[in-house]
């Protein structure tokens, strides 16, 4: 059994254990739903510029404004509008916002190139003014990425001991580091198969990624290099069949795409079992206040019996007393 309460003159009433582990499984539920429905970042590709979106055109009315990017709690860029028209503005590594902002509200936020880094990035605007020292108007999130190279792939001419064929895959240029694995006529390759060693590049955050496969093999055999990165959404395919590399770079997004699938799938199922926890929820409600309305009403019986024969002993007190006199 579960824990007991004490409702009133209700007396004690247990909950059972099924009724504590549906609280449980709907707080789960509501924390799986919040992770399904997280927010998305923006995705900044190294050495290439980002917009970081911020419109408010109520601000065009304002004077003497002062905004402030942040990221985090450094300070990106700070730019001060005058009431003459001039604008002031100190910023980081060549952040900047758009010369028309006091005119259109676009403060959005336009960044040369993104941070090189594995965290997700919160970057805020607030403005200070007369009228609110500190209102943050914006809130972006930012991941970093980079692409990879078309992955290469070539085969060992000369056979290693034991009969074993050894095969190459390389890509470079890329980040965060890659998931590599590979396909051997459509199925992965043996375990202890494959050797995969990722080097930053130098006076770079970038990745270069090398995967060795050795495995006897036919000479008709079908082998693919499959380099992923999560970050930019990409699967990079190498194939090659017989003594000739076939097909080339494929970018698919089956994985993608299934992600998204059961994604959907977990966030819909989730769903459906919190509203069910909240219906049953509501009928153990209604249960336990007509449970209560119905005590209360036997308790009002039980009172107008009783005065009912207290008034009938005060009559029959009133007879005997008037049979004396």
Request: hydrophobic share 40%; glycine share 8%; aromatic share 6%.
């Given at each position: 059994?579960?824990?007991?309460?004490?409702?009133?003159?209700?007396?004690?009433?247990?909950?059972?254990?099924?009724?504590?582990?549906?609280?449980?499984?709907?707080?789960?539920?509501?924390?799986?739903?919040?992770?399904?429905?997280?927010?998305?970042?923006?995705?900044?590709?190294?050495?290439?510029?980002?917009?970081?979106?911020?419109?408010?055109?109520?601000?065009?009315?304002?004077?003497?404004?002062?905004?402030?990017?942040?990221?985090?709690?450094?300070?990106?860029?700070?730019?001060?509008?005058?009431?003459?028209?001039?604008?002031?503005?100190?910023?980081?590594?060549?952040?900047?916002?758009?010369?028309?902002?006091?005119?259109?509200?676009?403060?959005?936020?336009?960044?040369?190139?993104?941070?090189?880094?594995?965290?997700?990035?919160?970057?805020?605007?607030?403005?200070?003014?007369?009228?609110?020292?500190?209102?943050?108007?914006?809130?972006?999130?930012?991941?970093?990425?980079?692409?990879?190279?078309?992955?290469?792939l070539r085969m060992e001419?000369?056979?290693?001991?034991?009969?074993?064929?050894?095969?190459?895959?390389?890509?470079?240029?890329?980040?965060?580091?890659?998931?590599?694995?590979?396909?051997?006529?459509?199925?992965?390759?043996?375990?202890?198969?494959?050797?995969?060693?990722?080097?930053?590049?130098p006076d770079s955050h970038?990745?270069?990624?090398?995967?060795?496969?050795?495995?006897?093999?036919?000479?008709?055999?079908?082998?693919?290099?499959?380099?992923?990165?999560?970050?930019?959404?990409?699967?990079?395919?190498?194939?090659?069949?017989?003594?000739?590399?076939?097909?080339?770079?494929?970018?698919?997004?089956?994985?993608?795409?299934?992600?998204?699938?059961f994604s959907t799938a977990?966030?819909?199922?989730?769903?459906?079992?919190?509203?069910?926890?909240?219906?049953?929820?509501?009928?153990?409600?209604?249960?336990?206040?007509?449970?209560?309305?119905?005590?209360?009403?036997?308790?009002?019986?039980?009172?107008?019996?009783?005065?009912?024969?207290?008034?009938?002993?005060?009559?029959?007190?009133?007879?005997?007393?008037?049979?004396?006199?």
């Amino acid at each position: 059994m579960g824990p007991c309460w004490r409702c009133g003159s209700l007396g004690t009433w247990c909950v059972f254990g099924a009724q504590t582990a549906l609280r449980c499984g709907l707080l789960l539920g509501l924390l799986a739903l919040c992770a399904c429905l997280e927010e998305k970042c923006i995705l900044g590709i190294m050495g290439q510029p980002v917009l970081l979106p911020c419109l408010q055109p109520q601000i065009t009315s304002s004077v003497n404004v002062t905004i402030e990017w942040r990221r985090g709690e450094d300070l990106v860029l700070r730019s001060t509008w005058r009431a003459d028209g001039v604008v002031e503005e100190w910023s980081l590594d060549g952040a900047a916002t758009p010369p028309d902002a006091p005119l259109t509200g676009n403060l959005s936020l336009q960044l040369p190139g993104p941070e090189p880094t594995t965290r997700r990035l919160r970057y805020s605007l607030r403005v200070a003014s007369q009228e609110n020292q500190s209102a943050e108007l914006c809130s972006v999130c930012l991941q970093t990425a980079a692409s990879f190279s078309s992955p290469l792939l070539r085969m060992e001419a000369a056979a290693l001991p034991g009969g074993e064929t050894a095969f190459w895959c390389h890509a470079s240029g890329g980040f965060p580091e890659p998931a590599v694995f590979w396909l051997v006529d459509g199925g992965a390759a043996p375990e202890g198969s494959v050797s995969t060693w990722a080097a930053p590049l130098p006076d770079s955050h970038r990745y270069n990624v090398t995967s060795r496969l050795a495995l006897n093999v036919s000479g008709d055999a079908s082998v693919a290099c499959v380099v992923q990165n999560p970050s930019t959404n990409e699967t990079l395919t190498s194939m090659h069949g017989g003594a000739k590399v076939t097909g080339g770079p494929v970018v698919t997004s089956r994985a993608a795409e299934a992600m998204w699938i059961f994604s959907t799938a977990l966030c819909a199922v989730v769903g459906v079992l919190v509203t069910v926890g909240v219906v049953y929820q509501i009928h153990l409600d209604r249960m336990s206040k007509r449970k209560k309305q119905e005590f209360q009403k036997q308790q009002n019986r039980g009172n107008k019996k009783k005065r009912r024969l207290e008034e009938e002993e005060e009559e029959v007190k009133l007879e005997r007393k008037e049979t004396d006199v």
